[in-house]
C-alpha cells in the first residue's frame, strides 16, 4: 500500500511539474507547427510532380527530336545519292558505246594475258621463296659453322704444332725403344753368358761322371721387337755337341742341374740379396755327387764369407751331407729339428762334433 501511495506521490509530482513548466503550451505550438510542415510537404509534393512533368516533356521533345533528325540525315543522303546518280548517267551517256565494247574486248584480252602472266609471276615468286628459305636456313648453318670455326687458323696452327711434337716425340721414344732394346739384349747376353760360365765351372767341380762335359741355358727368341719372347731350355754338351737335358738324363743329374742352375742365377743376378735356400738339395744324387756337392757348397761358402749380406740357409735330412760340411770348418754350428714326447716341435742348436 505504501508502495503504491509513492508511486501516486511521484507521478502527482511530475504532473505539477508539467502544468508548472507550462508544457501544455509547447505542446500547441508544436501541433501548430506539424500543420505547417504538412502543408508545406504538400507543396513541396506538388512541384515535384510538376517537374516530373516537365522532364517527361523533354523526353518525349528529345525522342522526337532524334527521329527528325534520322529523317533529316536520310533525306540528305538520299538527295546526295541521286545527284551522283544523276552524273553518272550523264557520264554514261556521254560514253560511245562501241569504243566501250572494243574496250571491253582488249580489256578482256589483256585481262587473260596478265592473268597468265600474273599466275607465272606469282608461281615464280613461291618458288624465290621457297629458295630464299633454304638459302636462309644455309645461312644459318653457316652462320654457326662460322662461330665453331672462328679461331681455325689458329686452332690448326696449335694442332700442327702438337702433330709434329707429336711425331718428334715418338721418333725419339723409337730411337731410345730401339737403343734400350739393344742395351737389354747386350745385357740379356752377356748375363747368359755369365751364367753359362758359372753352370760349366760347377758342373765341372761337382759332377763326377764322364758322360756329360757341362751343361748351358739356350734361349730362343720369338716375335718382332715390339713382341719378343724367349723360350729356355737347359742343354748338356758332351765334345761339344748339345742336346736337350729334357728326357735325356737321370733323376740324380736333373737335381744336381736344377741346383747349379740356382746356384749360377743367384750369383750373377742376386748379388744384392746374398740370401740362398736349399731345400733337401741330395734327393736322387749318390754318394760321389753328395759330396760334390757339398765341395762346391764349401768353395761358394769360402768365396762370399767376406761379404756381410751373404747367408746360406740349407735344410736336409742327409746327416752324412751335413757332416761332409761341418768337416770343412765353414760353420760352427746348425739347427735340430725333433718332436719331444708331448709332439711338439723343438729346435736345438748343436755344434758340429
Given at each position: 500500500?505504501?508502495?503504491?501511495?509513492?508511486?501516486?506521490?511521484?507521478?502527482?509530482?511530475?504532473?505539477?511539474?508539467?502544468?508548472?513548466?507550462?508544457?501544455?503550451?509547447?505542446?500547441?505550438?508544436?501541433?501548430?507547427?506539424?500543420?505547417?510542415?504538412?502543408?508545406?510537404?504538400?507543396?513541396?509534393?506538388?512541384?515535384?510532380?510538376?517537374?516530373?512533368?516537365?522532364?517527361?516533356?523533354?523526353?518525349?521533345?528529345?525522342?522526337?527530336?532524334?527521329?527528325?533528325?534520322?529523317?533529316?540525315?536520310?533525306?540528305?543522303?538520299?538527295?546526295?545519292?541521286?545527284?551522283?546518280?544523276?552524273?553518272?548517267?550523264?557520264?554514261?551517256?556521254?560514253?560511245?558505246?562501241?569504243?566501250?565494247?572494243?574496250?571491253?574486248?582488249?580489256?578482256?584480252?589483256?585481262?587473260?594475258?596478265?592473268?597468265?602472266?600474273?599466275?607465272?609471276?606469282?608461281?615464280?615468286?613461291?618458288?624465290?621463296?621457297?629458295?630464299?628459305?633454304?638459302?636462309?636456313?644455309?645461312?644459318?648453318?653457316?652462320?654457326?659453322?662460322?662461330?665453331?670455326?672462328?679461331?681455325?687458323?689458329?686452332?690448326?696452327?696449335?694442332q700442327l704444332v702438337k702433330v709434329k711434337i707429336s711425331d718428334m716425340a715418338n721418333n725419339d721414344l723409337e730411337k731410345y725403344a730401339k737403343a734400350l732394346d739393344n742395351a737389354i739384349m747386350k745385357y740379356h747376353s752377356?748375363?747368359?753368358?755369365?751364367?753359362?760360365?758359372?753352370?760349366?765351372?760347377?758342373?765341372?767341380?761337382?759332377?763326377?761322371?764322364?758322360?756329360?762335359?757341362?751343361?748351358?741355358?739356350?734361349?730362343?727368341?720369338?716375335?718382332?721387337?715390339?713382341?719378343?719372347?724367349?723360350?729356355?731350355?737347359?742343354?748338356?754338351?758332351?765334345?761339344?755337341?748339345?742336346?736337350?737335358?729334357?728326357?735325356?738324363?737321370?733323376?740324380?743329374?736333373?737335381?744336381?742341374?736344377?741346383?747349379?742352375?740356382?746356384?749360377?742365377?743367384s750369383d750373377s743376378f742376386g748379388q744384392n740379396c746374398g740370401i740362398l735356400a736349399l731345400d733337401e738339395p741330395t734327393n736322387a744324387l749318390d754318394t760321389e755327387n753328395i759330396d760334390a756337392l757339398a765341395e762346391s757348397?764349401?768353395?761358394?761358402?769360402?768365396?762370399?764369407?767376406?761379404?756381410?749380406?751373404?747367408?746360406?740357409?740349407?735344410?736336409?735330412?742327409?746327416?752324412?751331407?751335413?757332416?761332409?760340411?761341418?768337416?770343412?770348418?765353414?760353420?760352427?754350428?746348425?739347427?735340430?729339428?725333433?718332436?719331444?714326447?708331448?709332439?711338439?716341435?723343438?729346435?736345438?742348436?748343436?755344434?758340429?762334433?
Amino acid at each position: 500500500m505504501n508502495a503504491r501511495i509513492d508511486k501516486l506521490t511521484a507521478v502527482h509530482k511530475e504532473v505539477e511539474r508539467y502544468a508548472r513548466d507550462k508544457r501544455d503550451r509547447s505542446l500547441d505550438d508544436c501541433v501548430v507547427k506539424i500543420q505547417q510542415c504538412k502543408e508545406e510537404q504538400g507543396e513541396a509534393n506538388t512541384k515535384i510532380q510538376d517537374c516530373r512533368d516537365a522532364i517527361k516533356a523533354i523526353e518525349k521533345e528529345i525522342n522526337e527530336a532524334g527521329a527528325s533528325q534520322t529523317n533529316l540525315r536520310e533525306n540528305l543522303r538520299v538527295r546526295k545519292l541521286q545527284k551522283e546518280i544523276v552524273d553518272i548517267q550523264s557520264q554514261i551517256d556521254s560514253y560511245d558505246v562501241e569504243e566501250a565494247a572494243k574496250a571491253k574486248r582488249n580489256f578482256q584480252e589483256q585481262w587473260d594475258k596478265k592473268k597468265d602472266k600474273l599466275d607465272r609471276l606469282n608461281k615464280a615468286v613461291h618458288t624465290l621463296e621457297g629458295e630464299m628459305g633454304s638459302l636462309e636456313s644455309q645461312r644459318k648453318v653457316l652462320e654457326e659453322d662460322i662461330k665453331e670455326f672462328k679461331d681455325v687458323n689458329k686452332m690448326y696452327t696449335e694442332q700442327l704444332v702438337k702433330v709434329k711434337i707429336s711425331d718428334m716425340a715418338n721418333n725419339d721414344l723409337e730411337k731410345y725403344a730401339k737403343a734400350l732394346d739393344n742395351a737389354i739384349m747386350k745385357y740379356h747376353s752377356l748375363k747368359m753368358e755369365e751364367v753359362n760360365d758359372t753352370m760349366k765351372h760347377l758342373w765341372n767341380k761337382t759332377y763326377q761322371g764322364t758322360d756329360i762335359d757341362g751343361i748351358k741355358i739356350r734361349s730362343d727368341v720369338e716375335g718382332g721387337a715390339s713382341k719378343r719372347s724367349y723360350n729356355y731350355r737347359v742343354v748338356m754338351t758332351k765334345d761339344q755337341v748339345e742336346m736337350d737335358m729334357r728326357g735325356r738324363c737321370s733323376a740324380g743329374q736333373k737335381m744336381l742341374a736344377s741346383i747349379i742352375i740356382r746356384l749360377a742365377l743367384s750369383d750373377s743376378f742376386g748379388q744384392n740379396c746374398g740370401i740362398l735356400a736349399l731345400d733337401e738339395p741330395t734327393n736322387a744324387l749318390d754318394t760321389e755327387n753328395i759330396d760334390a756337392l757339398a765341395e762346391s757348397l764349401v768353395d761358394i761358402i769360402n768365396e762370399r764369407k767376406s761379404h756381410s749380406n751373404f747367408q746360406l740357409i740349407i735344410i736336409t735330412h742327409d746327416e752324412t751331407f751335413l757332416k761332409k760340411l761341418g768337416q770343412n770348418d765353414v760353420m760352427e754350428y746348425y739347427w735340430r729339428v725333433t718332436r719331444d714326447a708331448r709332439q711338439k716341435s723343438v729346435i736345438e742348436r748343436q755344434r758340429f762334433r
